[in-house]
């Protein structure tokens, strides 16, 4: 399904599949939503993704956890999905960062 949009939303803005999933043109990226679901689904896919988001942001803990519930938002998007995917994005990147365990408990 995304994919077909995808090539569809390429196709009428005249905008090539190599370039598509590098958009930096703020018009074309309200245009074209990239979230797949809607409030109410939620489900623990997303936290198979975080682990990439998570080494991405190493560095940068708020901006992980920040981009922990985005990257979950894409595919579930309840509320409460949203936050756990913050939560556990929150405890792997504090022991990324080598947090205490007392300190996270």
């Known amino acids: 399904m995304f994919e077909s949009r995808q090539k569809e ?14 958009l930096s043109d703020n018009n074309l990226l309200e245009e074209f939503k ?3 679901s809607a409030q109410g689904n939620a489900g ?14 190493n560095r940068f803990p708020e901006i992980a956890v920040e981009y922990s ?16 995917y913050r939560y556990y994005g929150a405890l792997i990147i504090a022991v990324m960062n080598n947090t205490k365990k007392d300190t996270l408990l």
């Open 9 to 22: 939303f390429a196709k009428k803005n005249n905008i090539s599949l190599e370039e598509i999933n590098f």
């Open 69 to 84: 519930g985005r990257s979950g938002f894409i595919t579930h998007g309840d509320t409460k999905a949203v936050d756990a």
């Open 34 to 36: 990239v979230n797949c």
């Open 44 to 57: 623990n896919g997303a936290l198979m993704g975080l682990a990439s988001v998570l080494l991405f942001f």
